[in-house]
């Protein structure tokens, strides 16, 4: 029986989706018998070592596989999951083993499951004969046949050749040929422009296999970061290739530094930059070069037939019409604000406060969704004109942390899931009193377009210090890439700046933010503090000169402390030793400091070459010892 399913699902193109829900045995012995007598199959777990790890699903993209194991027992990964059946080629079919614990998210995947043939449920009480002879029963016609190179694909080899100064765009959904395309124009190119080199960049080597395969050997792979570093400006001519799995600076740096041909990505978010990845960078590179954006609609991994796409962007809420960008003005009357969770929404005010978040925020994925339905500490509140949700604030629960887990969590050696702000303050800044409050963070916070500039941001944060206060919560927070426009929309409220990354994140190309407000007296008086603090190595990082009061110092040594001891590198470290310097010098210490150190221009890397140590980490235990020494001298 099987054998004949597998047969007419392969005629047909489709792709099956069999969906264990059952007792941990049961699921166990499934797993087994499919690792035994399938063996060619992408095996993705996070309890069995013969499996891969599931956060390495993404190794797996840009490929085309015929079986999938999906391990979901510890709990579901809605991101690996989208991304794998993604690179599921029609005939094929991927085993999910469900947690044996229910949750809103895992009924979710059942109940539309059902709408959906091909995407069937098995229980210990199914008979596998049985559930088969039913899909059997659904008319599965023959795919159509399919022509190499489709129509879609010819005209843009056609016209990417006929304009070879613009920067081609595919974007389009998973399987839809647009790596192959690519292949196909690499290989028009060299034929009508011979001798001009072109070079592919993606995020791994085989992620641009399928490019490569369909090339014939007209393009050559180098790493994204090799064409940085190595390679002049202009000198090369460039493909990118599942761009969304780069960080959006890196491919701002390529397409400025060199000519960047075309570029190719999916646009449904959960490749690691997010739906937003679309959102951002086109909109970032049409005003930049002259672009074309190209169309493929028409799935060639599977048959248009198949239902394993729309379950799941049912399933997922992949498919949002995007909102409309003419302002609508509104008057303040209007707007309606009320706090609710994922799980009291109706599915057509789920769909509108996920797409709202896809659409606003670079890391956005199906991850969201089952964290907002499944976890206790996630909460909304939605803002509405007439009905509809415009604004969302999403905002989750953090601390206490437990009193025997705090040291470690503040030296490092513990980080717990979630709790971001607790612990950032309790880590970077060295100041673990925080770490027994009742924190409240907004993890993320979006406006629909047509409707931001009219202070439904700030209602939004308004009504949510009010409730936080009502809860008796310690203090308001957020954690976010500081665009420059993003930060003043927080600066313009009540949150103040407590600290400002000096690495850029690398999803979206910015610093990170952590903002907050105290609502306890003792919190307020600890967060301005924090923010003076911040200011002052603001100012120092420009060169300025920077005031210091007693409470920027006291923070200062609990930094330098925290690096002396081993907990903090030092790039988080040295504007705290400059201020400590400067209220009591390392000379009158008696101690002496290579003259560059503490300037907020020289990083560890630089400094190690200049003053000629052996490495890094030989650099940096010198200068903890030191630290250790004038700690002790300057008490
Ligand atoms: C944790 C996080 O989520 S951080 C990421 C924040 N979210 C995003 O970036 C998603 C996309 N952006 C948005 O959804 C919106 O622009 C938001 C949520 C940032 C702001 O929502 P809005 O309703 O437009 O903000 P609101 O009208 O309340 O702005 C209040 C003040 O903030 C400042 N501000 C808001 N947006 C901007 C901006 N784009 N540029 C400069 N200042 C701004 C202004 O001072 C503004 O007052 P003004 O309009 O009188 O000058
Ligand atoms: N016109 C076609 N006819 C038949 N097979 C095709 C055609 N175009 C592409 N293929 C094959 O279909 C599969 C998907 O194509 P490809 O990898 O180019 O799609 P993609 O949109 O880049 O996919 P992904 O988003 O997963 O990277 C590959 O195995 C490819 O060889």
Avoid at 64 to 86: N, P
Avoid at 109 to 133: C, D, G, W
Avoid at 191 to 212: C, D, H, I, Q
Avoid at 478 to 488: I, N, Q, Y
Wanted: hydrophobic fraction near 40%; charged fraction near 20%; proline fraction near 5%.
């Amino acid at each position: 029986m099987l054998k004949k399913y597998l047969k007419a699902i392969k005629t047909a193109q489709v792709r099956a989706v069999f969906l264990f829900d059952g007792p941990t045995p049961w699921l166990q012995a499934h797993r087994r018998a499919a690792l035994s007598h399938i063996k060619d199959i992408v095996h993705i777990s996070d309890k069995h070592d013969d499996a891969s790890a599931m956060h390495r699903y993404r190794d797996y993209l840009g490929n085309t596989h015929h079986f999938l194991l999906l391990d979901f027992t510890t709990t579901i990964h809605a991101d690996a999951l989208a991304a794998l059946l993604g690179t599921l080629s029609g005939g094929g079919v991927a085993f999910v083993l469900l947690p044996p614990q229910d949750s809103p998210f895992r009924q979710r995947l059942i109940n539309t499951s059902h709408k959906f043939h091909h995407v069937s449920v098995m229980h210990p009480s199914t008979s596998f004969r049985q559930l088969l002879t039913e899909q059997l029963s659904h008319s599965l016609e023959p795919a159509p046949p399919l022509a190499f190179p489709t129509r879609e694909q010819q005209l843009i080899v056609q016209q990417m050749v006929d304009l070879p100064g613009t920067c081609h765009l595919l974007m389009a959904d998973r399987g839809r040929g647009k790596s192959t395309t690519l292949g196909l124009a690499a290989q028009a190119w060299i034929r009508s422009y011979r001798g001009r080199e072109l070079v592919v960049t993606g995020p791994k080597p085989n992620s641009v296999a399928t490019l490569l395969m369909h090339a014939a050997d007209s393009v050559r792979f180098v790493a994204w970061d090799r064409l940085l570093s190595e390679y002049p400006n202009q000198s090369v001519r460039l493909i990118i290739d599942e761009a969304a799995a780069i960080p959006i600076h890196i491919l701002k740096q390529l397409s400025e530094r060199f000519t960047v041909w075309a570029i190719a990505t999916t646009v449904e978010g959960y490749e690691g930059c997010g739906r937003g990845f679309a959102v951002r960078f086109v909109d970032w590179l049409q005003v930049r070069k002259m672009c074309k954006q190209h169309q493929l609609s028409t799935p060639v991994r599977w048959a248009p037939a198949d239902t394993c796409e729309p379950w799941l962007n049912e399933a997922l809420l992949l498919r949002n019409q995007p909102s409309s960008e003419f302002t609508k003005v509104l008057t303040s009357s209007q707007v309606e604000i009320e706090a609710i969770n994922a799980r009291q929404l109706t599915e057509h005010q789920l769909s509108e406060v996920i797409s709202l978040l896809l659409e606003a925020h670079y890391q956005s994925s199906p991850n969201d969704l089952k964290l907002l339905l499944d976890d206790a500490q996630q909460h909304l509140l939605v803002a509405r004109v007439q009905g509809h949700i415009v604004g969302v604030v999403w905002y989750s629960e953090e601390g206490p942390l437990p009193a025997r887990l705090q040291l470690d969590i503040q030296t490092g050696r513990r980080r717990l899931h979630g709790n971001i702000l607790p612990q950032a303050v309790a880590f970077y800044l060295q100041q673990g009193e925080c770490l027994d409050w009742r924190w409240w963070r907004v993890t993320r916070i979006a406006v629909v377009k047509a409707y931001r500039r009219q202070r439904i941001g700030r209602q939004l944060l308004d009504k949510l210090q009010d409730m936080a206060q009502q809860a008796g919560i310690d203090a308001l927070g957020s954690s976010f890439g500081a665009s420059p426009k993003v930060l003043d929309f927080w600066r313009s409220s009540p949150f103040e700046l407590i600290r400002l990354g000096r690495k850029l994140n690398m999803a979206s190309g910015y610093p990170n933010a952590l903002v907050a407000t105290g609502l306890t007296p003792a919190a307020a008086l600890f967060i301005a503090q924090l923010h003076a603090f911040s200011n002052a190595e603001l100012e120092w990082r420009q060169g300025r000169p920077v005031t210091i009061n007693s409470s920027i110092y006291r923070i200062a040594r609990d930094i330098l402390t925290g690096f002396a001891f081993g907990n903090l590198p030092f790039t988080e470290a040295q504007f705290s030793w400059s201020v400590c310097d400067i209220k009591y010098s390392m000379k009158a210490a008696g101690l002496t400091l290579p003259g560059q150190i503490l300037k907020a221009h020289e990083d560890l890397a630089k400094l190690t070459q200049k003053y000629g140590y052996s490495s890094q980490q030989t650099m940096q235990n010198q200068l903890r010892s030191l630290a250790r020494e004038y700690l002790e001298l300057s008490r």
